[in-house]
Nanobody, 119 residues
Framework: QVQLVESGGGLVQPGGSLRLSCAAS????????MAWYRQAPGKQRELVAR???????NYADFVKDRFTISRDNAKKMVYLQMAGLKPEDTAVYYC?????????????WGQGTQVTVSS
């Protein structure tokens, strides 16, 4: 079983910055992709950014040049550095990891961390 725990959310003023962290634990053999999603009230969950084990990144258009995803493979952690935050970035941010426990695939989610951008 894989557990993902997010941290770093909170209240920030427009234009401010936050750094989210996500730690994966469990009997993990490998993690191929780690990603951040977000879900605002009344909206569907959407991909924010993803990063492969080799460091290839992809970003949603709405966060390009403002957010940076990174990961530490040895620590099984993924980070999301957010800058230039806007009120429309307000959402619950979820960590996602896809990988293997021996030969079995897993696709796990964290509980989410609230990010609120407001003056």
């Amino acid at each position: 079983q894989v557990q993902l725990v997010e941290s770093g959310g909170g209240l920030v003023q427009p234009g401010g910055s936050l750094r989210l962290s996500c730690a994966a634990s469990g009997s993990i053999s490998s993690i191929s992709v780690m990603a951040w999603y977000r879900q605002a009230p009344g909206k569907q969950r959407e991909l924010v950014a993803r990063i492969t084990s080799g460091g290839t990144t992809n970003y949603a258009d709405f966060v390009k040049d403002r957010f940076t995803i990174s990961r530490d493979n040895a620590k099984k952690m993924v980070y999301l550095q957010m800058a230039g935050l806007k009120p429309e970035d307000t959402a619950v941010y979820y960590c996602n990891a896809v990988g293997k426990i021996f030969v079995k695939n897993f696709d796990s989610w964290g509980q989410g961390t609230q990010v609120t951008v407001s003056s």
